[in-house]
């Protein structure tokens, strides 16, 4: 799950609450080394993680697909419903969608829409561009950091590392247990690098004075 999924899922409960209704999000069941990791009950309990009141539940074998999740909603008495879907399969899902829609098909809405949940440009810089596919390289290459930074932002850092974890579990990886930043930062200076490596040149609450401008502060 990346921040991109997150945005759908919110796009979810925005619409159902534009039109007064219930909402729901399927996770896939899918499961195999290379595109799909993660079993379904950390797919869902993931994403409780991050919206808690969002109402989540998996697909199954007696419902694979979203033609099967529509017709047992219409089968559960609902006659309008709006599918949210990433822009690149809008016009796909609104002609299968619509295809199996009717008084002889495997349901029969009276309103029946597909909508895009937003685009997304896969070749942006940072969070904007990340994608599954991204992450699931980062945790092959045990590359925390990158993996985290595709996260949604309420993401607990305990709750990132599970999720790595599980990533890489899945993928038939060792699990870490220690996790790597990747980030080198310039030094500013010897005395500030010999500060944050610890090497007790001052103590929490020592008076310092500031060389250049004479300013006097506190540790």
């Known amino acids: ?28 069941h899918s499961q195999d080394k290379n595109k799909n990791p993660l079993h379904s009950d950390h797919k869902v309990d993931y994403l409780k993680h991050v919206h808690p009141d969002v109402n989540v539940e ?3 074998k ?28 809008v016009e796909e899902f609104q002609k299968l969608a619509d295809k199996y829609n009717g008084p002889n098909g495997q ?18 810089e940072g969070t904007e561009g990340m994608s599954a596919s ?13 993996f985290a930074q595709g996260l ?3 993401t607990a850092n305990n709750e990132a590392k599970r999720m790595f974890n599980a990533v890489r579990k899945g993928m038939g990886l060792k699990e870490q247990k220690e996790f790597k930043n990747h980030i080198q930062l310039e030094p500013v200076s010897n005395l500030r690098e010999s500060y944050v490596q610890d090497k007790n040149l001052f103590t929490i609450g020592e008076s310092v004075v500031m060389m250049k401008n004479g300013i006097v502060g506190k540790i």
């Open 152 to 154: 949604p932002k309420n």
């Open 107 to 124: 349901y029969h809405f009276k309103h029946l829409k597909v909508v895009s949940a937003g685009h997304r440009d896969p070749d942006a």
């Open 62 to 89: 007696e419902h694979p697909h979203f033609m099967a999740h529509l017709a047992k909603l219409h089968k559960d008495g609902y006659t309008h419903a709006t599918m949210v879907a990433g822009s690149d399969r």
């Open 58 to 60: 998996a697909s199954t």
């Open 134 to 146: 991204k992450m699931r390289n980062a945790a092959i290459e045990n590359d925390f950091t990158t």
């Open 1 to 28: 799950p990346t921040a991109g999924h997150s945005k759908v899922v919110d796009h979810v409960v925005k619409t159902a609450e534009t039109h007064g209704a219930d909402h729901k999000v399927i996770v896939s």
